[in-house]
């Protein structure tokens, strides 16, 4: 059951977390995001050449991974902090004690990263 909370949680926060997130950067990036906001920025990076602008684009992912690392490491850390999740009908009172580590559970060939989000690129 905990690899299967575990997995449940990965793939919800990879889907819409992850993949929300860096898909509306690259849409801000290429000029198909409409409001104020994206619409300036998008208009800042046209200034940039184009190999600067596809290196703004790659380190999207790596950023919004970062935020993540983090996130989970301070649910982690944080005592006061337990994220239950449901399962298959039964209730996990604490995600966090269903893993060795929640960070550690994005990254290599099994982690949330590769096996869930649809943003995932090998390096």
Not at 49 to 67: F, H, K, S, W, Y
Not at 102 to 108: A, D, F
Request: proline content about 1%; glycine content about 6%; charged content about 35%.
């Amino acid at each position: 059951m905990a690899k299967e909370a575990l997995d449940k949680f990965g793939s919800i926060l990879m889907h819409k977390v992850r993949d929300a997130a860096i898909s509306d950067w690259k849409m801000i990036i290429r000029g198909k995001m409409r409001d104020q906001r994206s619409q300036e920025i998008h208009q800042t990076l046209k200034n940039f050449g184009i190999t600067e602008q596809n290196t703004i684009e790659a380190l999207v992912p790596e950023i919004v991974d970062t935020a993540l690392h983090h996130f989970l490491w301070m649910l982690e850390d944080e005592e006061d902090i337990e994220l239950a999740i449901n399962c298959s009908g039964e209730r996990i009172e604490s995600i966090k004690r269903e893993s060795d580590g929640l960070c550690g559970e994005l990254y290599s060939d099994n982690g949330w990263i590769a096996r869930f989000s649809k943003e995932y690129n090998e390096k």
